[in-house]
């Protein structure tokens, strides 16, 4: 059952970073599309939270470490991209949103 439940959550993790990857490019400059943009990153950001700590809590020790530093890092890019849009910087939002987009493929070659 436990190996079953990993599948899924390891599932609606891709998922979740596929969504967070295709927000990217189309930022328009007016006050509802920024809105919208960071509270669609902030929803799909806390999904990818609770899934990535219920993954990391059910792998093997040795993959745990490399786990939780790519979320740490993932959580921190995150962050900044949600600075970056409240902001209304769309240099500073591409830039984060790069970041980002780096670190969350490197979450999707270290999981199981």
Known sequence: MVDMQSKGIACR???CAYELLSIGGDLMDDAYSWDLKGRDIRLKSMFLFCDLSQLISNVPKDQKKAL??????LFSSIEELD?????RSIPLTQDRYNEAGVILQELMVLMP
């Open 83 to 87: 600075h970056a849009v409240k902001i």
């Open 13 to 15: 993790i891709k998922k």
């Open 68 to 73: 939780t530093e790519v979320g740490n890092k």
